[in-house]
């Protein structure tokens, strides 16, 4: 679809407009309502031979292939009609097709000579043209390495101006055609730049990945439980084999070069920074390439519109109205066997600097090409829609259908983002929030001690801090440890032959969750010292978490807890405020934690990380709103109705017990032991505490009943019945009771 949608979608339009002054409407053309006039096709005929085509990563040609067929086809047309009108050269230029498309159209690099010598002898076997020489095609099927420009850097870099300049600096029309038509002649010359650049490009981090790099010479490496035993085998490498160490220092030094060339020659100013990817800088360098009037149309992984380091580019691209449409895939069919499943990628078009299409089309984790066709799928999003949702970073949501883009686009007009970067003052971030990674688990492992070093060295076990003397070991927390409103959710142990996810969980029982003494372990513990180092004000009662690791595919894509005040690893970043008291951030607990937010959330996760720029990009309703007195409880403020609700399901531990009394919380259930601080676990109040919570934030958000049903819908897990209910009522039910309930309240 790509070659239809960049190369015949152009050659559509530039022929449309070829047709208006012959007298035809370019709606009518479209349509294929054509002049029946020799010079109209002669015409087309200049246009087809200016077109340029190239695929700046062609590996084996894949796309030029499917472009020469497009092309074939469309010579083929207009030098049929040409001989029907009398034209008494269309024979003879027809058997010169193959030479026009080789010679005048397609253009190809690619780093692997290997690649290069099979593009330019597959092409030369599907022209089957007598007489064409397989040595001309190395004109234009070239070995390069396309992204870097100086030959300094790496030893296949060339500049792209200097070697096609036919393309950048084009010479006068040769009378082959009347200029103007589709705007791709300006006073007989055609435009400098490709006409279009389409293609597959690498998806891979430049950065050296030291786990795939030892995977076969030295998978002991690869398997290394954590990043400093990693270190620690790489270092030893230099003695033990040295041939393999220098093997590794040149790809690490090749890698950095590389890095710091996109970083700092300017080259790729929008896409040349952070962890680069190399898709996302053959995007940038396409946009390059194109002509004004061009089309780029790119298969590459759908971060190109939500990751933050592509952010500038994707706004640029997007806010210009460049954008035609972008299709995410996702790989359940297995497109790509090796890929995974979750893993998304989409269809990327977009047009040169003066093509300008107004409202792009959009479609969401479609499954197989067949879904693209059907019109219920496609949303279209303006690049004011984009700001709308987005207000920092202009990055793409990614909705499913139209109706979750509308309803998402509703709230955002109501509710603000929980940080506004356009604001310069305070009212930019009412809530005070800094976001906090405490620990990195590859940058940070030499802090990290396991129960054995720490036995070891004499210490002492006690619930699950580590204890000698007066040095404390506290527990290093990860995302897999909680859930929400569950900081006790399950162990976490090593599992060595796992070496993709060694970390696995050892989930707690209803029992354990019962008894207030239980408390979770986990694989690593740190130095107290080390976690006072991140707070040197001083310590919260506790810890407002949430999961880094998340897919808009799970039940839930937004999880969020309060943690005990420990170590906490980036799997596992912190929401702080140093403005906001104890039971305003169980406040903020609750909007992150309810159903509501959830569905916005899953509109805005890409990939698998819920980065810091999507969650200070959420609709969080500000302080103030919960100082009002509650609609359906005139008693108590929404601050007072919402935390307390939040405590009885968080504080159901000891370690919570600092959150409790920062709170003032006395209502839980262990009145006689814990005068109240503590809330027993009961599973059925869980659930209709929660069912509450959820009804009371759909109408905080100002969502009607409908869309609250039809937003229930959406998610998984809630529509079979629960006994916990006392009844045959299933969680979403029970929500839309609450609702009614409250919508309600004197009934």
């Known amino acids: ?116 010598e099979i593009t330019q002898l597959a092409l030369w076997i599907r022209s089957a ?118 093997r590794y220092q040149e790809a690490l030094a090749a890698a950095d070069s590389l890095l710091t060339y996109c970083r700092a020659s300017g080259q790729y100013p929008l896409t040349g920074k952070g962890d680069i990817n190399t898709y996302a800088v053959f995007a940038e360098l396409a946009s390059q390439l194109v002509a004004a009037n061009g089309r780029v149309g790119l298969l590459v992984p759908s971060g190109i519109a939500s990751d933050m380091t592509t952010k500038d580019f994707f706004a640029s691209i997007a806010e210009s109205k460049r954008l035609v449409r972008l299709y995410d895939f996702e790989n359940k069919k297995n497109f790509f066997p090796e890929v995974h ?114 036995k070891a060295d004499g210490f002492k076990l006690k619930g699950n801090r580590w204890i000698k003397g007066k040095s404390v070991f506290v527990p290093l927390y990860e995302a897999k440890m909680f859930r929400p409103y569950d900081h006790r959710f399950g162990d976490v142990f090593e599992d060595a032959s796992n070496w993709i996810n060694q970390g696995q969980t050892r989930e707690a029982t209803v029992v354990q969750h019962q008894n207030p003494e239980y408390v979770v372990q986990p694989r690593w513990w740190i130095d107290e010292n080390s976690v006072r180092d991140v707070f040197p004000e001083s310590l919260p009662p506790a810890f407002l978490a949430f999961r880094d690791i998340t897919r808009a595919t799970d039940t839930r894509t937004f999880l969020a807890a309060m943690i005990p005040s420990f170590g906490a690893i980036n799997t596992a970043p912190l929401i702080h405020s140093v403005t906001m008291s104890p039971r305003a951030m169980c406040c903020l607990l609750g909007c992150l934690n309810s159903l509501p937010l959830d569905f916005v959330a899953k509109q805005k996760a890409g990939h698998i990380h819920m980065n810091f720029f999507i969650v200070e990009q959420l609709p969080i309703p500000s302080p103030d709103a919960y100082e009002k007195r509650c609609p359906w409880d005139r008693r108590a403020t929404l601050e007072r109705w ?5 405590l009885k399901l968080t504080c159901t531990a000891e370690d919570m017990l600092p959150l409790a009394e920062a709170c003032g919380f006395t209502e839980g259930s262990f009145q006689a032991e814990y005068g109240g601080r503590l809330n027993k676990w009961d599973e059925a109040q869980r659930a209709e505490l929660m069912a509450e919570l959820d009804a009371a934030f759909f109408h905080l958000y100002g969502i009607a009943r409908d869309d609250a049903e039809y937003i229930l819908s959406t998610f998984k897990g809630i529509h079979d019945e629960q006994s916990l209910f006392g009844g045959a009522r299933s969680i979403a039910q029970t929500i839309l009771r609450k609702y009614d309930e409250m919508a309600s309240p004197d009934q």
Request: charge should be negative; include cysteine; aromatic fraction near 10%.
């Open 1 to 116: 679809r790509i070659v239809q949608f960049t190369v015949e979608e152009l050659i559509v339009e530039r022929f449309a407009a070829a047709a208006e002054p012959f007298g035809i409407s370019e709606k009518d053309a479209r349509r294929g309502i054509m002049p029946d006039d020799a010079d109209y096709w002669r015409r087309c005929l200049a246009i087809l031979r200016d077109l340029k085509i190239v695929d700046p990563a062609c590996g084996s040609g894949a796309f030029l292939f499917q472009a020469y067929d497009v092309l074939e086809s469309r010579y083929h047309e207009v030098l049929g009609h040409l001989e029907q009108l009398g034209e008494p050269d269309a024979r003879r230029l027809a058997a010169q097709v193959p030479t026009f498309i080789l010679r005048e159209n397609l253009y190809g690099v690619d780093l692997s000579p290997e690649a290069v």
């Open 129 to 246: 043209s007598p007489g064409q020489l397989l040595e001309r095609l190395s004109e234009n099927i070239v070995h390069g390495n396309s992204l870097v420009h100086d030959p300094a850097v790496h030893p296949a870099g060339f500049d792209w101006r200097q070697r096609f300049p036919a393309v950048f600096s084009p010479l006068p029309s040769d009378g082959r055609g009347a200029g103007g038509e589709g705007g791709q002649h300006r006073h007989g010359l055609r435009e400098p730049g490709f006409d279009c650049v389409i293609g597959n490009p690498p998806w891979e981090r430049m950065k050296l990945q030291e786990r795939e790099f030892f995977s076969l010479p030295a998978p002991e490496i690869a398997t290394a439980t954590n990043a400093a035993k990693r270190r620690q085998l790489v270092a030893k490498l230099q003695s033990d084999d040295p041939a393999l160490h220098q």
């Open 642 to 646: 919402i935390s307390q609700r939040v």
């Open 341 to 454: 499943a979750s893993f998304k990628f989409c269809i990327f078009n977009f047009g040169g600097e003066q093509a300008f299409t107004p409202h792009a089309d959009f479609v969401f984790f479609a499954h197989r090409v067949e879904e693209l066709e059907d019109r219920k799928r496609h949303v279209p999003l303006s690049g004011a829609d984009i700001r709308l949702l987005n207000p920092n970073t202009r990055t793409c949501p990614i909705f499913r259908t139209r109706r979750d883009a509308e309803i998402t686009k509703a709230i955002y007009r109501r509710v603000p983002v929980l940080i506004d970067a356009g604001r310069k003052g305070p009212t930019g971030n009412p809530w005070g929030i800094q976001f906090k990674r405490m620990f990195d688990q590859t940058n940070d492992a030499e802090l990290f001690r396991d129960a054995e070093a720490l």
